[in-house]
């Protein structure tokens, strides 16, 4: 599995959202883990918006410790 990050948005707010893009796997909607897009609380609706999300399953979290992402990181896992 190869791991890419790119920035998507620039901005230096503090992350408080990982917004989780899930593909169908085995018949499950949250079968795999295809990308996280991490957002602060401003720019999180704007960011669930963005293309690297179109088809999958999306689920908002919320950091149990603080995250070290930046707002606007898109992780790709594939
Ligand atoms: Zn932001």
């Known amino acids: ?15 408080v959202y ?5 593909n169908l796997r085995d018949g499950l909607a949250h079968g795999s883990l295809d990308v996280a897009l991490y957002a602060c609380d401003a720019h999180r609706g704007q960011l669930r918006e963005h293309g690297a999300l179109n088809g999958l399953t999306i689920h908002t979290a919320r950091p149990v410790g603080a995250f070290t992402s930046s707002c606007g990181e898109l992780v790709t896992y594939q």
Request: net charge negative; charged share 25%.
């Open 1 to 15: 599995m190869a791991i890419t990050f790119t920035d998507v948005h620039d901005c230096a707010e503090t992350t």
């Open 18 to 22: 990982r917004i989780e893009g899930y």
